[in-house]
């Protein structure tokens, strides 16, 4: 079994900043692509920032300029910074991970979200 546990997320201003952090455990042998999503009131779910396989990452063109997604692979955990926060950006944040598992099957993991409040 594999748990991706989300911390990070509160109320700030407009302009204010907060890093999001989500961290891997258990049954794990590696970690492929680690992103983030988010999910506004009635809307869709959304990505926002990925960290892929390959070592690259990608933004969504709305959050470009203002976040950064990283990671520490050593510890399984990925981080997304967010700066200059606008009330647009109000959501559940979740993370989310493709993950080969110690029985060597590959599987898509989600953490639990933690809600990212913008007042204007």
């Known amino acids: 079994q594999v748990q991706l546990v989300n911390s990070g997320g509160g109320l700030v201003q407009a302009g204010g900043s907060l890093r999001l952090s989500c961290a891997a455990s258990?049954?794990?042998?590696?970690?492929?692509?680690m992103r983030w999503y988010r999910q506004a009131p009635g809307k869709k779910r959304e990505l926002v920032a990925a960290f892929t396989s390959g070592g690259s990452t990608n933004y969504a063109d709305s959050v470009k300029g203002r976040f950064t997604i990283s990671r520490d692979n050593a510890n399984n955990t990925v981080y997304l910074q967010m700066n200059n926060l606008k009330p647009e950006d109000t959501a559940v944040y979740y993370c989310?991970?493709?993950?080969?598992?110690?029985?060597?099957?590959?599987?898509?993991?989600w953490g639990q979200g933690t809600q990212v409040t913008v007042s204007s």
């Open positions: 989310n991970a493709e993950v080969v598992t110690t029985s060597v099957q590959l599987r898509g993991y």
């Open positions: 258990g049954s794990i042998r590696s970690i492929n692509a």
